[in-house]
């Protein structure tokens, strides 16, 4: 199973044309289709929505071993 995310646009006849390269052919599929209406758009947060959203994942690593290698100096 693959999952596969699009942002797309209805137009005004309100009917949701898909259009997905899926890398087969000649074969029967199901297709499973999760309707969202909300769109997040990360790279327009004002600030307060950023500085939550820093809230949220400060520290979200803390438990993971992060090393850093040798510099190229």
């Given at each position: ?41 990360d790279e327009n ?11 949220s994942t400060a ?5 993971d071993l992060i ?7």
């Amino acid at each position: 199973m693959e999952a596969i995310k699009v942002k797309t646009h209805v137009g005004h006849d309100g009917i949701l044309k898909l259009e997905l390269p899926v890398g087969v052919s000649n074969s029967d599929l199901e297709v499973i289709v999760v309707v969202s209406s909300q769109i997040t758009r990360d790279e327009n947060m004002d600030r307060v929505e950023w500085l939550a959203f820093i809230e949220s994942t400060a520290g979200s690593l803390a438990d993971d071993l992060i090393e850093r290698g040798d510099q190229w100096n």
